[in-house]
């Protein structure tokens, strides 16, 4: 079907891709693997032709019989779409957000089809993709649809034509666990329905372990290992593999106890956030102790960022309270919340869009320090950059010069210049490979046991607020359906929508996967 012989991929003066062979079959999923710079999505958009003319490429890719490196600009547009096609990382930058998802789906049928009634052919493919009044769908704009219902949208772009293959770049990297867990279903379904070839392209083991059949693994542009996904995983040959299957944070590792009681930090009190006469959060209460690392779960529009935007007043309640040190936020001025801000910190989810493009790390990190008039600024940053384990060789360096896990220490690096009691982590590793999200938790780890900060830890990925808290709140449509223990919550839940979380959230080996997946039904 789609095959990869020999492949090379060169970018100036480093070779993004070296000899890379492998094959795909018909009804198919296989996954490549590795971290970031491995050379696994130049290798799956090469199939597209979508590469940048600066690239040199060597070796064939032949799908059907027919080598895509030697078809014309024509031959390659009638090839997208028709034969194979992409499903892109996050769709909200994917779609058009001017245009309907009617009319973007309608588009992409008639580029490529002469059909009669292409409107009912996007219907068709929306019922197909399992979302609900497509009719109505069709109408919206992508900014009105959930993260999953964009997803299938792109899906069902992909599909429209019957490709023979599927490129799926990292399709589900954003998504929340449940979410998650429904659209690897739809990918299984359709390949099993349609008998097409999925490429898989992610640095999730657990979705590995969950769709595919066979596994590729790449590392620094070459393929160290390949075989089918029980040997891969659960026998790994390569060290390199070894070290990505033993990043992985799994559900159950965790070990951290609840702290002590003591007097609390933050605490929230019927807490209740309204947007246009709907509840975002709805009358939650939670209280987090000095020294203490609460994580709060759930699923995107839980209510679980508004309730941490609150907690450091920046959303005001509608109703309710939010005690920060003592003092009820609500009944202070700016000028008198000056003094609390100086004691907090935020880790937001993206550190690309927080932290300042024209400014160096040095200065990134100052921010905080400069704005409440702190003294020995240089000496203070080269604590904190030593403490996050960069050193001042990235002092000078600009943010778009460091790589993901870099500027994520950044990040907690500015976060932590003020020594601060409480600390909000908004997502802070959900965009991060295995092994960086790894070495940022251990770091937060270390950093947190050091520095008894408190903190409240927002996520959906459940294996790492496992590894992190002490104590979990879980959120759902607004509300806290349950809280306690770390142990508790994760090991004998009482609620039934924190045991769909726990069942949702994939683990990294095959054989327990299936079984999770059919106890699940």
Not at 52 to 80: F, H, M
Not at 129 to 152: A, F, I, T
Not at 454 to 476: E, G, K, P, T, W
């Amino acid at each position: 079907m789609l095959d990869y012989h020999h492949l090379s991929i060169t970018f100036g003066d480093v070779e993004a891709a070296k000899a890379v062979s492998f094959s795909v079959r018909p009804g198919e999923v296989v996954a490549v693997v590795g971290e970031s710079g491995s050379g696994k999505t130049v290798t799956a958009m090469s199939a597209m032709g979508l590469l940048p003319r600066k690239a040199e490429v060597t070796g064939e890719i032949v799908l059907g019989g027919r080598n895509i490196r030697q078809l014309t600009n024509k031959e390659l547009r009638e090839l997208r779409g028709n034969e194979i096609a992409m499903v892109f990382q996050e769709p909200m930058t994917a779609l058009n957000p001017v245009h309907t998802i009617g009319w973007q789906l309608v588009e992409a049928i008639t580029l490529h089809q002469d059909i009669a009634d292409p409107k009912q052919k996007a219907v068709e493919l929306l019922t197909m993709v399992g979302l609900d009044r497509p009719e109505q769908r069709l109408k919206q704009y992508p900014h009105e649809l959930s993260g999953g219902m964009r997803q299938r949208v792109m899906i069902a772009m992909a599909i429209a034509c019957d490709p023979k293959v599927i490129i799926a770049d990292e399709p589900t990297t954003a998504l929340d666990v449940t979410v998650q867990a429904e659209i690897l279903d739809l990918l299984r379904e359709l390949k099993d329905r349609l008998g097409t070839a999925i490429v898989l392209i992610t640095h999730s083991m657990g979705v590995v372990a969950d769709l595919a059949d066979r596994v590729v693994v790449m590392y620094r542009g070459e393929v160290v290992e390949q075989g089918d996904v029980e040997d891969v995983l659960i026998r790994p040959g390569h060290d390199y593999t070894r070290r990505l299957l033993a990043a992985v944070p799994r559900l159950g590792s965790g070990s951290r106890q609840a702290e002590a009681a003591t007097e609390p930090v933050l605490k929230v009190r019927n807490l209740v956030v309204s947007f246009a006469g709907q509840r975002a959060v709805d009358d939650i209460s939670f209280e987090i102790g000095k020294g203490e690392v609460l994580g709060l779960v759930g699923e995107s529009g839980s209510g679980k960022t508004t309730a941490g935007r609150c907690t450091v007043g920046l959303q005001k309640p509608t109703h309710g309270s939010v005690e920060l040190f003592g003092q009820d936020i609500a009944r202070l001025s700016t000028r008198g919340m000056r003094p609390l801000t100086a004691r907090i910190g935020m880790i937001f989810q993206d550190p690309a869009s927080s932290l300042d493009p024209r400014m160096t790390v040095a200065e990134c990190v100052a921010e905080p320090l400069v704005l409440h008039k702190a003294k020995n600024h240089k000496e203070r940053i080269t604590e904190l950059l030593d403490a996050v384990e960069l050193g001042s060789v990235t002092r000078d360096r600009y943010p778009h010069e460091l790589s993901g896990g870099q500027r994520q220490r950044v990040s907690i690096a500015r976060a932590l210049a003020l020594d601060p009691d409480l600390l909000i982590a908004d997502e802070p590793t959900s965009a991060l490979d295995v092994s960086v999200q790894a070495s940022i938790l251990e770091l937060f780890l270390d950093l947190q046991r050091r520095l008894k900060f408190s903190c409240l830890f927002i996520s959906h990925d459940l294996a790492v607020v496992d590894m992190l808290a002490n104590r979990v709140a879980v959120m759902h449509k607004g509300r806290i359906v349950e809280q306690g223990s770390r142990a508790d919550v994760f090991g004998d839940p009482r609620e039934q929508y924190t045991k769909r979380l726990l069942a949702a959230a994939p683990v990294p080996d095959p054989v327990e996967q299936r079984e999770r997946r059919v106890s699940r039904g």
